[in-house]
Nanobody, 124 residues
Framework: QVQLVESGGGLVQAGGSLRLSCAAS????????MGWFRQAPGKEREFVATMNWSGRGTYYADSAKGRFTISRDNAKNTMYLQMNRLKPEDMAVYYC?????????????????WGQGTQVTVSS
């Protein structure tokens, strides 16, 4: 079993940066593919970024390409999402998730552990 806790959200001006962290407990984190998803008010949860157990196999939503970077430190049981050049449309609750397998995936159905979410607010 994996427990996930996100942090690092907050208020930032458009064009600014934030780094989200996802602290994991449980032995299976190091073997799990991981992902970031987000949900804005009135919208469905959407995929942002993913990577496999080793930090490779990264894949990004078109909206995140070139601006966001997903990474992990298995020694610290922590995953990160570096977000640069933030836009008002990036405003959402961001969730980290651990996959059922070691592979990366953009499908939320492939994930069975979720954090509680962290709010990102971008002012224009």
């Amino acid at each position: 079993q994996v427990q996930l806790v996100e942090s690092g959200g907050g208020l930032v001006q458009a064009g600014g940066s934030l780094r989200l962290s996802c602290a994991a407990s449980g032995r299976t984190f190091r073997a799990a593919g991981m992902g970031w998803f987000r949900q804005a008010p009135g919208k469905e949860r959407e995929f942002v970024a993913t990577m496999n157990w080793s930090g490779r196999g990264t894949y990004y939503a078109d909206s995140a390409k070139g601006r966001f970077t997903i990474s992990r430190d298995n020694a610290k049981n922590t995953m990160y999402l570096q977000m640069n050049r933030l836009k008002p449309e990036d405003m959402a609750v961001y969730y980290c998730a651990a996959a059922k397998t070691s592979y990366s995936s953009s499908d939320y159905l492939d994930y069975n552990y979720w954090g509680q979410g962290t709010q990102v607010t971008v002012s224009s």
